[in-house]
């Protein structure tokens, strides 16, 4: 069993992350689109100051953060600020939000498996109150 | 909804990849172990010349670089080399090896969805002569 979705792939080009879904500026770069194994991959780079919404995803998400720092929160819980090297699971219909820190560009891998249930469930706006409150 | 498979994690201890499945010395770092998503990232570096044996995943694998230069080789197909951004998506069933190339170390993440169907099918060892074609 072999075919063309094996080859290596280079990345994608980059695209502005959706405008409706996020405060500030991300950029993403899909690494591994749709293919055989239901999962993606793409490379997500937010501006200082950048967050998505609040969000969920049906089969979770796992982030690996490659550079810069940022948050991760979940709806009713502190915020986690993150390096380079933390990984984050995020189990299914976990409501959350991630972005970078106020002072830092911050870029983490977007893992998500089993794609074909849904990719993610957009929520409101991470306040400014919130996002400030994250950085306590 | 919320969990603790939801805190950041650090990565696990760097292990050494098990000795019957590898030629030469390659490190295994887990980034995200079992968990809700029933997807696992791993950390593997191959040190120079280290590879695996051909192997399949029952539910197929993706290889994100992130380090150094090495091959990706499905039977019968010929090796292609992969670079720094390089990504694999690896159909399930697929059998196949990665390894670095002979002067330079070679790191991906390591993508397993689906773990509960199982991670890998271990066969018989990258030989020197397929290794070296693999340069040509």
Redesign the interface.
């Known amino acids: ?3 063309s ?7 994608a080009s980059t695209k502005r992350a959706a405008a409706e879904n996020f405060i500030g500026t991300a950029w993403v770069t899909m ?2 689109g749709a ?5 993606t ?1 793409g490379d997500v780079t937010f501006e200082p100051g950048a967050r998505n919404n609040w969000h969920s995803h049906p ?4 982030l ?1 953060v ?1 550079a810069g720092v940022g948050y ?1 929160q ?4 502190p915020a ?1 600020r ?1 390096r380079v ?10 409501v ?1 939000w991630h972005g970078a820190a106020s002072d830092s560009l911050f870029t983490h ?1 977007a ?1 998500n ?2 794609v074909s249930q849904g990719v993610a469930n957009w929520l409101e706006p991470v306040t400014d109150e919130e996002y400030q409150a994250a950085h306590g």
């Not at 089969?59 to 796992?62: D, H, K, S």
């Open positions: 069993m072999s075919n979705t094996n080859i290596p792939q280079t990345p690494l591994a293919n055989l194994t239901d999962c991959v089969a979770g998400q796992i690996v490659t991760y979940e709806k009713g819980q986690q993150l090297g933390d990984a984050v699971t995020i189990a299914p219909g976990v959350h891998l893992i498996p089993n």
